[in-house]
């Protein structure tokens, strides 16, 4: 069974999306101009965590979730 996605890959959500100005998000990221990886999954850049900006960013709260790191962590499930 395929899970289906809580936050939807969709460019208002892209361009709402706080993950390029996250501390955490590195050179790699933006190379690969990866974003929104609550709705995309994690990255396969290595990464330092520096910090997150998961709990203000405005698609984590449109969607009501909770939490964290969803570089590392994975797509948020239900």
């Keep these: 069974m395929v899970e289906e996605k809580i936050v939807q890959d969709t460019e208002e959500n892209a ?5 390029p100005g996250c501390p955490t998000h590195n ?9 929104l990886f609550c709705s995309r ?3 396969n850049c290595d990464l330092e965590k520096r910090g997150c900006l998961c709990g203000t960013c ?7 979730l909770t939490d964290f790191y969803y ?8």
Excluded: S
Excluded at 27 to 35: A, I, L, V
Excluded at 58 to 64: K, L
């Design 71 to 78: 570089c590392t962590e994975g797509a948020a499930k239900k």
């Design 27 to 35: 050179e790699c990221m933006k190379d690969n101009n990866e974003r």
């Design 58 to 64: 405005p698609v984590e709260r449109n969607y009501g």
């Design 41 to 43: 999954g994690k990255t």
């Design 15 to 19: 361009e709402m999306c706080l993950c």
